[in-house]
């Protein structure tokens, strides 16, 4: 494993019992120390399943994954500490406030009150939340719930942050500061995994992408390479369609 | 450790905001408990120890009305009016109120009744005399005249009641006439003693009748409104907090924040403890403050308060093992069930159903005796036999043993197969 490697798929695949087709299919992959890496495809394209397999939520069927030079399989526990996941749906208690979830969740990654009274303060003024503190989820608009999930997952400060679909459902002005967010964080070092449906998003935000379909890595790449690769495409999304077709998903 | 309180205080706070929660799990017991002991209270009393109002009229005003009527009171089975309306009783107005039902019975002792038993007890005591030769009475004397006592029933009485009322009756009647028997054998005794001497023979209380519960389990005690109510509702309060626990596993579930919790570097059996440690604290919260309830507050209502017999570690015995099973059903409906209308619909008929098998909604004593046999196989029974053995036949924690081994053993099962359930869907 080379030694700015961070995150290392090794020909993984993933097969739900009672389903014969694979959702993840024998893809091997490489993510540096201090990129935001995008990894994209339609609906079903199997990205959710790889995710969840690098967050130790699923066992491979066969290959592995090593973060930061530990593999899944045997060191989920340690593997555990140096990620952050910002799932797809909300993970906050609605009828908790804000930060009574955060609290909690920092709390449960063993932060001692004081860091983490810092912490919060810190995640929540930059995202423009510290007025909201004392309210409930449940009262908050989409993009605040956003904001907030994606605080949750940064709290124990991890290496490496997993998002998945980070800014689905939420307004532009909330999407533009989750992506200055993320920008600023990698300009910290620190590595980011996302998957997103926005393809606009991702060209600007990542240095690479990978594009997954039926549970295969079609394409990887810088997104100006893919772009410059796909002969009449001006966008990463002309190059997506091309690819993928314009078949609808489920 | 940490970690513990920090999950035990987050499923506090989802448990305070949950009003509704809240009212099932607190306030509705409470009003549950009260209003279905004061209910229960007027029909249970009709099994167990309520006065039957009794019509009676004396119209000899004798030693044999004024016994019976003494011997009436003092079973304490019956209020006795002798009077309806500021009006006093006779033969017929006593017929006429007991046939328009407005008293389920009446007693009409006749004029001249206890003359006549007096007669027919100087006739019986004459015979023997004469039958042995001590004196020179014809048989014409031996005419007996019957003294009949009028018993009025509504049609609509038990036989219960009947047989209550004439077995009380017979009893004092019977009383009356061995005493008349002893003072006319005395009197006519008399006679043959030398210098005018009277005999005066005395009997003794040759029968005395001792009533105490017996020690050792014994289904035949018949339990209160309280002694039933208070301890089968808050059961029924316990095992309900299956729905808002089994809610709350599936909430996690399917909202993002079980991914959250499964994949901290903190295990999510301590997230789960924490939660259960809630729930199992509601379940001691609930029985402290229903029973507090039976005991303080029952009384006002004018009924009797719950004893909770002497044995309080036997007692904490068996709360704590039935918080443990009701916990672990509400885990384990967690597990199965995929939404939370699926685990509110399915949790409420099954309460109900365990509930009406375990004899929480009636006594076990009015069920058919083929249903009683059925009781033993409901989780919710066990805890409630544990609790009558308690606080009626002040029981050990020996005697509470058994059923608590059975509530340990239902509560281990519902966690294994929860957990089973749960790793046999993860593998999937």
Known sequence: MNENTVIEIINLSK???????????????????????????????????????????????????????????????????????????????????????????????????????????????????????????????GGMKRRINLVAGLLHEPKIVILDEPTVGVDVQSRNQIVQYLRELNRNGTTILYTSHYLQEAESLCSKVAFMDNGKIIIRGTPQQLISGCPGCQTLEEVFLKLTGIDLRD | MNKFFAAFIKEVLLLIRDRAGIISLFVMPVILVFVMTVIEDSALNSTVDKQISMLFCNSENDSLGIAIKKGLNETKAFTIFEEVDGKKLDKQSLEHFVAEGKFPVGVYIPEGATDTLRSNARKVVLKTFSEIGLTSETNNAYNFDSVVIQIYYDPAVRNSLKALVDGAIGQHSAVIVGKMLSGMYSEVLSDFLPGGKKLNVNYPEMITVNRQYASEPDNSIIPNSTQHNVPSWTLFAMFFILIPLASSIIQEKDGGTYMRLVTMPSTYTTTFIGKITVYFIVCLLQVTILFSMGAYLIPYAGIPGLQLGSHFDALLLVVFTASYAAVAFGVLMGAF????????????????????????????????????????????NWPLTSFYDLFLRDAGVKEVLPNVFKLFLFGTGCFIVAFSYKALKKIK
């Open chain 2, 337 to 380: 069930c995929t939404s939370y209308q699926q685990a509110a619909s399915i949790g409420v008929i099954l309460i109900i159903v365990l509930a009406s098998m375990g004899g929480l909604w009636m006594p076990v004593y009015l069920m058919p005796k083929t249903f009683q046999h059925i009781l033993v196989y409901s989780p919710l």
């Open chain 1, 15 to 141: 097969t739900y019992k009672g389903n014969h087709k694979p959702s993840v299919d024998h893809i091997s992959l490489n993510i540096s120390r201090g990129e935001i890496f995008g990894l994209l495809g339609p609906n079903g394209a199997g990205k959710t399943t790889t995710i969840s397999i690098l967050c130790g939520l699923f066992a491979p069927s066969k290959g592995d994954v090593y973060i930061d030079g530990l593999s899944v399989r045997k060191n989920k526990e340690q593997v555990k500490n140096i990620i952050g996941i910002i799932p797809q749906d909300i993970a906050l208690y609605p009828s908790l406030t804000a930060k009574e979830n955060l609290q909690f969740i920092g709390r449960m990654y063993g932060l001692k009150s004081k860091v983490l009274k810092e912490r919060i303060l810190k995640y929540t003024e930059f995202l423009g939340m510290q007025e909201s503190l004392r309210k409930k989820i449940n009262t908050f608009s």
